[in-house]
């Protein structure tokens, strides 16, 4: 079973950036849809960004221009660079992976009761 570990998150203040990384326990060259999601503390999860195997990245609305999606398939990684934090950014933070994905990211972003695999999270906390 894949397993998948999140590193990265710490408190920072409002306008400075964070780097979070996913390792995988196995090569992600077999997965399309990898996936970052968040959940802040009340809220339903919801998706941040998402990069198929074929180059195309996805944004939440409320992350594009100020995240990041990359992942290196060559060492098994998934990242977010996050710059220009907010508070209403904090949350934690889970890594994502949809097998034998139909769809593309962008569906998997808003649907997250269709990932297969999670990551257990790291928390990103952002002050004013």
């Known amino acids: 079973q894949l397993q998948l570990v999140e590193s990265g998150g710490g408190s920072v203040q409002s306008g400075g950036s964070l780097r979070l990384a996913c390792a995988a326990s196995?090569?992600?060259?077999?997965?399309?849809?990898l996936a970052w999601f968040r959940q802040a503390p009340g809220k339903e999860r919801e998706g941040v960004a998402s990069a198929d195997s074929d180059g195309r990245t996805s944004y939440a609305d409320d992350v594009k221009g100020r995240f990041t999606i990359s992942r290196d398939d060559a060492k098994n990684m998934l990242y977010l660079e996050m710059n220009n934090l907010k508070t209403d950014d904090t949350a934690m933070y889970y890594c994502a992976v949809k097998n034998n994905p139909g769809l593309r990211g962008a569906y998997y972003l808003k649907n997250p009761d269709q990932i297969d695999f999670w990551g257990k999270g790291t928390l990103v906390t952002i002050s004013s």
């Open positions: 196995e090569s992600t060259r077999n997965y399309y849809t």
